[in-house]
Each structure stands twice: as C-alpha cells, then as structure tokens.
C-alpha cells in the first residue's frame, strides 16, 4: 500500500496533535488525580518525575515529527 504526500503529512499532522493535546491532558489528568487522592509525598514525587519524563518523551517525538514533516514536505516524490 502506498501513501501519498498529502496523505502521509495529514498523517503526521495527526501525530503531532495528538503528542501535543492527548498526552498533556493525560498527564495532567494523572497528576491531579494522585494530588488529590495520595497523602504519602514520596509517592506524589515519583508520578510527578514519571510525567515529566513522559512530557520531555512527548517532546522528543514531536521534534521528530516536525523534522519528518518537513523532509516529506521538501521531497518532490509523491508516493510513499
């Protein structure tokens, strides 16, 4: 199966959005939940550190959909 460009950048337009939106509302979604809910601070801290590692996880994918973006973008090929 073959993929357009137009296709394949609505592809990783959709990846993008979804490292910026889903994984932001679902770590903040996380981190209050253990705020409210968890008296021992040790345990706080470590879901805190577990979300920060996954926003800076989220991060690095990004950067390589945007750099993927712009290579198919760049390209003149038009099949993938």
Known sequence: M????????VII?????????AVQ???RNISSAVEFLEKDASV???????MDQLG?????H?????????IVAEEEKDVY
């Open 13 to 21: 337009n959709r990846a993008l959005n979804f490292e910026e939106e």
């Open 25 to 27: 509302t679902v770590s």
């Open 62 to 70: 990004a950067r390589i959909l945007f750099q993927l973006k712009d």
């Open 2 to 9: 073959s993929l357009t460009k137009e296709r394949l950048l």
């Open 56 to 60: 800076e996880e989220s991060n690095g």
């Open 44 to 50: 706080k801290k470590r879901v805190k550190d577990i």
